[in-house]
């Protein structure tokens, strides 16, 4: 019923900057939290950055002041600007979205940060 695609990912050098945006399709009645996880290989998927519908943000400890979640509900989109960004930080990054009983993910897109 819902269907998120991200865009924006891409390779870029230690210190730059990417925006990522997640277009929301579908049916978005009663979503309550929307957020960015991402996944290196090997690793387990993790909590990059979150934002509930009543305008709290959560972010993960490692990405605090340099990543920013927001989202425009009018374009049915949400977005992280990723600043300062580490060769740590690569990854597939994977869009989420909730509402009560349901969980909905993107197929990821890839960023790559080079030394």
Same mark, same amino acid.
């Given at each position: 019923?819902?269907?998120?695609?991200?865009?924006? @990912?891409?390779?870029? +050098? &230690?210190? /730059?900057?990417? #925006?990522?945006?997640? $277009?929301?399709?579908?049916?978005?009645? *009663?979503?309550?939290?929307? @957020?960015?996880?991402? +996944? &290196?290989? /090997?690793?387990? #998927?993790?909590?990059? $950055?979150?934002?509930?519908?009543?305008? *709290?943000?959560?972010?993960?400890?490692?990405?605090?002041?340099?990543?920013?979640?927001? #989202?425009?509900?009018?374009?049915?989109?949400?977005?992280?600007?990723?600043?300062?960004?580490?060769?740590?930080?690569?990854?597939?990054?994977?869009?989420?979205?909730?509402?009560?009983?349901?969980?909905?993910?993107?197929?990821?897109?890839?960023?790559?940060?080079?030394?």
């Amino acid at each position: 019923q819902v269907q998120l695609r991200e865009s924006g @990912g891409g390779l870029v +050098q &230690a210190g /730059g900057s990417l #925006r990522l945006s997640c $277009a929301i399709s579908g049916s978005i009645f *009663g979503i309550d939290r929307m @957020g960015w996880y991402r +996944q &290196a290989p /090997g690793k387990q #998927r993790e909590l990059v $950055a979150s934002v509930t519908t009543g305008g *709290g943000s959560n972010y993960a400890d490692f990405v605090k002041g340099r990543f920013t979640i927001s #989202r425009d509900n009018a374009k049915n989109t949400m977005y992280l600007q990723m600043n300062s960004l580490k060769p740590a930080d690569t990854g597939v990054y994977l869009c989420n979205v909730r509402r009560i009983g349901e969980d909905f993910w993107g197929e990821g897109t890839l960023v790559t940060v080079s030394e």
